[in-house]
């Protein structure tokens, strides 16, 4: 289990459980995350740019899953990206309360990529895109579905 910055670290103490994050926050924290990916999002941008047809959509494919492998890592050192952690805004194991395993860190952040990239091609498959960030806002737990693919909950940590 690593530590962060305020010498912070899940799993809280026994009997102490950290309010769960709301809409607004949870989104300013995934534009930070975003952000955060940009590093390697626009040098792999810059070569898929030059391609065309299908090595282009595999060089789309490839970036979003190393911009998720790189958010996954983020996330189980840290709770989230360097920005993420800064906020306050974790992503931590819903029954534990301790860091995501890679696995499931990875799982979690490619959900919601590779749906972003089918509904570049596929239309009707930004619905889907929308309902699984929206989710939260009816779920009791306040999860997303790519929470509940890795069996997670996004907490505040002040």
Request: charged share 15%.
């Amino acid at each position: 289990m690593s530590n962060i910055e305020g010498g912070w670290s899940p799993p809280p103490p026994p009997g102490h459980d950290p309010e769960l994050s709301r809409f607004w926050i949870r989104f300013v924290a995934h534009l930070l995350d975003q952000i955060s990916l940009l590093i390697i999002v626009i040098p792999l941008g810059i070569v898929g740019y030059s391609l065309s047809g299908a090595a282009a959509v595999v060089w789309t494919v490839v970036s979003a899953v190393a911009g998720s492998w790189l958010l996954a890592k983020w996330t189980t050192q840290r709770g989230g990206s360097p920005w993420r952690a800064r906020f306050g805004v974790l992503v931590l194991d819903r029954n534990s309360g301790s860091f995501l395993p890679m696995d499931r860190s990875l799982r979690r952040a490619l959900f919601p990529n590779l749906l972003g990239i089918v509904a570049s091609f596929v239309p009707g498959v930004w619905a889907i895109v929308l309902i699984d960030y929206l989710w939260m806002l009816w779920d009791p737990g306040k999860q997303t579905l790519h929470d509940k693919i890795a069996d997670s909950k996004v907490v505040n940590r002040r």
